[in-house]
């Protein structure tokens, strides 16, 4: 009963491929999120949306593109991917309503590693 | 730009110690004050603070906000081997969280 999944847990590739990750959750949140961590574990936020609308959209590549199927799918393509996209790659959700107050919950996270 | 700072970045202490972590932010339209643990994978969510002065607990873990002063502290105490982890405090304001760095805390026994 994992509230927040990803899929793939480990995702090793060489440079210039295009690859998937998958986000699903199964608590009823209108909100999902994307985050890179970076090896010194800082956490910053890629993409966010709500009810399947894109929210934000941070200084992020154009390779990077997320899509939301439905308000508890949120997956992140990357294309050509480079050697600094090497990351942990975690997917958030949270119930935002008119008060927010960005209560987030996190998947497992994808390791992601380009070389 | 919006920022959150936490300190230390690194604390190693002895199982029984008390510690205290600290959060300054500055968050545009700020919200929320949220703190979280992070072992080996995914930030577990501890603190949700929105109001000043109200300490949030949590067994051993305890926490506070100060909205004028702009910070939050996370408390410990009876530390065990087991708290040994990332705490990470962010910031909610206007549709984002911003997270810090992070204080990497070490329990040794």
């Known amino acids: 009963d994992t509230a927040v999944s990803q899929t793939p847990k480990y995702l090793v590739t060489q440079m210039g491929n295009d690859k998937s990750i998958k986000c699903e959750q199964n608590?009823?949140?209108?909100?999902m999120y994307w985050y890179k961590q970076d090896s010194k574990k800082f956490l910053k936020i890629m993409f966010s949306y709500n009810n399947k609308e894109l929210i934000i959209n941070e200084t992020v590549p154009n390779r990077f593109s997320p899509k939301s199927p439905d308000k508890a799918h949120l997956n992140l393509h990357i294309n050509s991917l480079e050697l600094g996209d090497s990351a942990v790659y975690f997917c958030?959700?949270?119930?935002?309503?008119?008060?927010?107050?960005?209560?987030?919950?996190f998947g497992p996270g994808t390791r992601l590693t380009v070389t | 730009e919006d920022k959150v700072v936490q300190s230390p970045l690194s604390l190693v202490v002895h199982e029984g110690d008390t510690v205290t972590l600290n959060c300054s932010y500055e968050v545009t339209n700020f919200r929320s004050l949220l703190w979280y643990k992070q072992e080996k994978k995914a930030p577990t969510f501890l603190f949700m603070l929105t109001s000043s002065g109200i300490e949030k607990k949590s067994g051993r873990l305890s926490s506070i906000l100060d909205k004028k002063e702009l910070f939050s502290i996370l408390n410990i105490t009876a530390t065990q081997t087991g708290d040994s982890a990332i705490y990470l405090c962010a910031g909610g304001g206007s549709e984002k969280l911003v997270f810090g760095k992070g204080t990497k805390l070490t329990v040794n026994p």
């Open positions: 958030a959700s949270s119930q935002e309503g008119e008060r927010t107050t960005y209560e987030q919950y």
């Open positions: 608590l009823g949140h209108d909100t």
